[in-house]
Every structure is written in structure tokens, then in C-alpha cells.
């Protein structure tokens, strides 16, 4: 498996999906994949990749939490909660995407 997360400069949120990211890999048995940040400094470099805004996280390249369109702009994502709204995903919620993906992996 493949983890990046893709993030502006001004996030404040990268470092969190960051750690959000390893506890949901270690917690769902891929502790050997490497996490890589990958910083979008242009529009043009967002709409090059699937950016939903700072951090979106993709797992073999596909977003964990697809939104209902890609963005160009170079701003914060905000993820649902059971809390309400949130800067990053929670680990849960991210290892049951990962395992939902490792189960329908070839």
C-alpha cells in the first residue's frame, strides 16, 4: 500500500494527518509503509493530483474519504466528525478505509 498526504504550506492540520495516518496503518498491520508528504505550492500542482484541500490523504493514490469534487485551491480541508467538523479524519475512521481497501485489493 501507498500512503501520501498532499498539503499546503499554511496547513495546520498536515503534522496531525500525519500521525492520524501511521496509528490507522500500524493498527491495521501495515507498519512497513511509508508515509510521504507531498507540499502543493500552485493551483496547477493541485490539479494535477486528486486535492480535495490541505491535507487530503491518498492511499494507493486514490483519496481515503472521497469529496464530491476535486479543488484547485490551495486551502484547509474540513473532515466530518462524529464530533462535527474536523481538520483531519479520525484514526478509526481512517483504518476502517484502509481495511475496506485491503479487503477489495487484488
Known amino acids: 500500500m501507498r500512503a501520501e498526504i498532499l498539503y499546503i504550506a499554511d496547513c495546520p492540520n ?5 500521525v492520524v495516518l501511521r496509528d490507522a496503518l500500524d493498527e491495521t498491520g501495515h507498519s512497513n509503509v511509508v508515509i510521504e508528504f507531498r507540499l502543493l505550492t500552485s493551483s496547477e500542482q493541485a490539479a494535477e493530483v486528486p486535492f ?6 491518498l492511499l494507493d493514490g486514490v483519496d481515503a474519504f472521497p469529496p464530491s469534487a476535486r479543488v484547485t485551491d490551495l486551502a484547509c480541508r474540513v473532515y466530518r466528525s462524529g464530533q462535527g467538523p474536523a481538520g483531519v479524519p479520525s484514526a478509526v475512521d481512517l483504518a ?4 475496506e481497501r485491503s479487503d477489495t485489493a487484488p
Not at 96 to 99: K, L, N, T
Open 96 to 99: 476502517d478505509v484502509i481495511r
Open 14 to 18: 498536515s503534522a496531525a494527518a500525519g
Open 52 to 57: 480535495a484541500g490541505s491535507p487530503t490523504i
